[in-house]
């Protein structure tokens, strides 16, 4: 049952892989949001601890992951019961290299059904001048394109991966935010960000839901946190405590 998003948008995320903007917070809250985590940031010693479990690590972050006007368009796209698998923290500094390449999260998560989707939520503006993130609409119902590593030391990427094969990106859709907003997009979308060319940090925060009934399909069990509703399939254990929340 659609409760939060309209029917519109449900379709919209459906034939095109994403929906934006969903306003879950006034600009007021986000920029405490942001000033919270800018005096996290400050004392990472680790990046690493910035791209696959942040919430685990910061409080902010964790109370975001569980928001309600975060997690109600959520359920409306994954059904009322929905765990938070990872999230990570996109900062961008003003004329830096820093770029996040082509890519589709489907390609390495190893999740099926893909009943998976990541929340980006704005902590600042995101525009096309500060690289917001850019999606390619409908490329979520195709087959999935062929990835690889690559040696680009500005890729924001854990793994520095990117689509290898040829793409048509003359179609991608920026996802201009303003902070408080956030965008849905489906695992399997081919998406990216570019360099910052403005004079003003970019912060964004993506947090990555799935569906109870979805399973690891590799070797290797993960773990998440129940958000919302009932876990009644134990495919993933349970999150340790969080260090910091």
């Not at 990570?88 to 589709?104: C, I, M, N």
Request: proline residues 9%.
């Amino acid at each position: 049952m659609i409760r939060h998003l309209t029917r519109q948008e449900v379709e919209h995320f459906t034939e095109h892989g994403y929906v934006a903007p969903i306003r879950v917070m006034t600009p007021s809250d986000a920029g405490q949001y942001r000033a919270r985590v800018e005096e996290y940031v400050q004392h990472v010693d680790d990046a690493g601890t910035l791209r696959t479990k942040a919430h685990l690590h910061c409080p902010a972050l964790n109370e975001l992951v569980r928001l309600p006007a975060i997690l109600d368009p959520i359920t409306d796209l994954l059904g009322p019961d929905v765990l938070c698998r990872s999230s990570s923290v996109f900062l961008k500094e003003p004329g830096t290299p820093a770029h996040v390449a082509w890519h589709q999260d489907a390609a390495y998560w190893e999740l099926e059904p893909p009943d998976v989707a990541s929340a980006w939520v704005a902590l600042t503006d995101s525009t096309v001048a500060n690289g917001a993130l850019q999606v390619l609409p409908g490329s979520h119902r195709g087959p999935l394109f062929t990835h690889g590593p690559t040696t680009d030391p500005a890729n924001m990427l854990s793994r520095a991966q990117a689509i290898l094969d040829p793409i048509d990106h003359t179609g991608a859709v920026p996802l201009v935010l303003a902070p408080g907003e956030m965008s849905i997009h489906h695992m399997r979308i081919a998406h990216r960000s570019e360099p910052n060319h403005s004079k003003c940090r970019r912060i964004g925060f993506a947090i990555r839901y799935v569906a109870a009934h979805v399973r690891k399909t590799g070797t290797r069990r993960d773990s998440a946190i129940l958000v919302r509703g009932t876990d009644r399939y134990g495919n993933f254990d349970p999150e340790p405590p969080s260090r910091n929340a």
